[in-house]
């Protein structure tokens, strides 16, 4: 204990919120208690409010984390290629290895993010996600008005549903991957790989710019 109180505090918030993250992921967020997240990491229950406030503050450095992550993962998928397609293909699967390698925090990425900064009552961890949120959403912007400015992309397009809409599609397509792995390869006769391929084709064709891949 005496070599813990020398580690500094942000040694101390990553342990705990580390402990949380694990237990979270195995009995969900509402069925766990800072009880729970104390015994998990270690320390004592007095000590957890020490770091944090309360579970919502917990809650809130977690999502922070998941933004962040998100960020840098189609920052690094859009800077290795300036073809339209490859980027989109490596978005794609830059939230596949994301969701792999992180699938708490790819489920946390797709909950409510507060947008009413006008009160008082709110974390300023909640404002930095919905910043990281916003600079994600400028990095697509970017990615589509290229697309249409080459002639990749279907000129009709609004920008921002195009990428919610994708938001949603993506998501759900790679969830459904993992969730139905095995129905898919025993009824379609397709793996985890090429079901992805195929939707991650489909969805790239309904905004190319003659329909078919460009």
């Known amino acids: 204990m005496a070599r813990r109180k020398k580690e500094p505090q942000n040694i101390h918030r990553k342990n705990i919120s580390g402990a949380a993250e ?3 992921m195995k009995k969900g967020i509402e069925n766990t208690s800072m009880n729970d997240i104390a015994k998990e990491s270690g320390y004592s229950k007095a000590t ?12 809130s450095v977690l999502v922070l984390e998941s933004m962040q992550k998100l960020y840098d993962y189609i920052s690094r998928a859009l800077s290795e290629s ?27 990425v797709l ?7 006008e009160s008082t009552h709110f974390l300023p961890e909640e404002k930095a996600t919905f910043s990281i949120g916003e600079q994600i959403n400028d990095l697509l912007v970017t990615f ?19 990428i919610y809409s994708f938001w949603g599609m993506l998501s759900g397509l790679i969830q459904i991957a993992t969730n139905k792995e095995a129905y898919i390869e025993q009824r379609m006769g397709k793996s985890k790989k090429d079901f992805l ?5 489909l969805i790239y064709h309904s905004i190319t710019a003659d329909g078919r891949e460009a």
Do not use: A
Not at 48 to 59: A, D, Q, R, S, T
Not at 144 to 159: A, H, T
């Open 48 to 59: 957890l409010y020490v770091y944090f406030k309360n579970k919502e503050e917990l809650i």
């Open 197 to 201: 391929s195929y939707g991650f084709d």
């Open 144 to 162: 589509l008005e290229n697309g249409i400015r080459c002639g990749q992309i279907r000129p009709d397009i609004e920008v921002l549903p195009t």
């Open 22 to 24: 694990q237990l979270f």
């Open 82 to 108: 300036d073809d339209t397609k490859e980027r989109y293909l490596k978005i794609c699967y830059g939230l596949v290895k994301y969701q792999e390698e992180f699938p708490f925090y790819f489920q946390m």
């Open 111 to 117: 909950e409510t993010i507060n947008i009413d900064f």
